[in-house]
């Protein structure tokens, strides 16, 4: 390997910082970086929030029911942004309606994604730790209120950065073969086996943790996950059309 | 900067490759590194599949309308994929409704897109190039039955790798100030200035490049691109609800 994927192959969520704030300068690097990642027809469709007013860290952090979002060391929040596109073609006199297309959704929110993936792989190579939040998805209207977003921007996913006060383990991946396929999707008949070994490396993972012991095999803990899902989370699609997004 | 993000800042789209296919080792490293983003409660819901079949990957560069597809070292598809879930969820007993909601289809999305840009830093690392394919959501349906995907999972973006032949320039983003603000979302009276001088910048650096100049400001571009939408990309919601995903 090389330092670069050595530094991915680390990657573990720290949900746990010391109290120290991001200096505006990393900030801003980690934003620059971010803003290198791939982005569709160059059109950069997307933004971010820094979250830096403690009441809307409290605030985020009761939307997505996770209490240490609101000790993070810097709070950014991706958006998926078609607005200032929009207005560009408004001024050059053209119609916005393709704006609101569920392509255009799924450009920016993939815009944002390889953003936030980039920023956190800077992060931790300056010693940063974070974790990436889908929690801040159980209610999108009500963030995108406590935002101020206005049509045509959408939330799609929250960093929590800062200096690591935990170590935590690596959690295993899975085997390769049951995840990467060479020119079509696999038949099922034979998985079993290999996800039977995987559950045996969770169970081994599990119960070297010293807390938080919480499932026994990884089937266990996607089937508990399949029945714990947020209700407001059942609303996104309609929150993202309320924002004039994915209506078509 | 370190070298990690002196890497992310000279990232570049490359289209055009050496004839030289990658290695089953450095596929396999590649894959690693984007199995070890970061997954929305360690669900690993996404897949990735690798097409190697010539066949293949020519169909592919028509469904995205570009040739050089055809020619790449190494293209992986990445997959939201609910389906192994969905599996292991069944043989436990459980309701597998869920998985068709919007949720998990984006849960899975973002999964695979942060382990893409993953496995793009991982390749720039080892002096390989690539470009992101958002082009081949143009026919979802084609690509799910070209690729045999069941119910359940569906292509999200694809990655054409290979050994670069060519040295395109950096493309200069957007000045940090309208893309990254703080606690709320600004109002729009201001960035036509801000807009304009980035306008100027676009303008410089497609003037300067030996060949496709196509574009004298970012105003433009971004016009052109909200009038040239690929219909089947209209289809691209329909597409995903007939593999069963995001219905709810």
């Known amino acids: 390997m090389n330092s670069v994927i050595d530094l991915q192959l680390q990657h573990r969520s720290i949900r746990k910082f010391k109290k120290e704030a991001?200096?505006?300068?990393?900030?801003?690097?980690?934003?620059?970086?971010?803003q290198h990642a791939a982005t569709s027809n160059y059109a950069q469709s997307y933004s971010i929030i820094s979250i830096t007013d403690p009441k809307k860290k409290k605030a985020i952090a009761e939307i997505g029911q996770q209490a240490h979002i609101a000790e993070s060391g810097h709070l950014f929040i991706m958006l998926a942004d078609?607005?200032?596109?929009?207005?560009?073609?408004?001024?050059?006199?053209?119609?916005?309606?393709?704006?609101s297309s569920f392509d255009k959704f799924f450009i920016g929110a993939t815009d944002a994604i390889l953003a936030a993936q980039n920023i956190i792989i800077a992060a931790e190579s300056l010693g940063l730790g974070g974790v990436?939040?889908?929690?801040?998805?159980?209610?999108?209207?009500?963030?995108?209120?406590?935002?101020?977003?206005?049509?045509?921007?959408?939330?799609?996913?929250?960093?929590?950065?800062?200096?690591?006060d935990q170590e935590p383990?690596?959690?295993?991946?899975?085997?390769?073969?049951?995840?990467?396929?060479?020119?079509?999707?696999?038949?099922?008949?034979?998985?079993?086996?290999?996800?039977?070994?995987?559950?045996?490396?969770?169970?081994?993972?599990?119960?070297?943790?010293?807390?938080?012991?919480?499932?026994?095999?990884?089937?266990?803990?996607?089937?508990?996950?399949?029945?714990?899902?947020?209700?407001?989370?059942?609303?996104?699609?309609?929150?993202?059309?309320?924002?004039?997004?994915?209506?078509?």
Chains 1, 2 share one sequence.
């Open 22 to 34: 991001l200096s505006e300068e990393i900030v801003s690097k980690l934003v620059k970086a971010g």
């Open 169 to 248: 383990q690596l959690k295993p991946r899975m085997p390769e073969d049951l995840i990467h396929f060479e020119n079509s999707y696999p038949q099922k008949d034979n998985i079993s086996a290999q996800l039977e070994e995987y559950d045996n490396t969770v169970t081994e993972y599990y119960s070297a943790r010293d807390s938080n012991k919480r499932f026994e095999t990884f089937a266990q803990m996607v089937t508990d996950w399949s029945l714990q899902t947020n209700p407001g989370r059942l609303k996104m699609l309609g929150n993202i059309q309320k924002q004039d997004m994915a209506k078509f």
């Open 132 to 164: 990436i939040l889908g929690c801040i998805l159980n209610q999108v209207d009500e963030l995108s209120t406590l935002l101020k977003l206005p049509p045509l921007v959408v939330p799609v996913l929250g960093i929590s950065l800062g200096y690591p």
């Open 82 to 99: 078609q607005s200032r596109n929009a207005s560009i073609v408004a001024k050059q006199g053209g119609s916005t309606n393709i704006f």
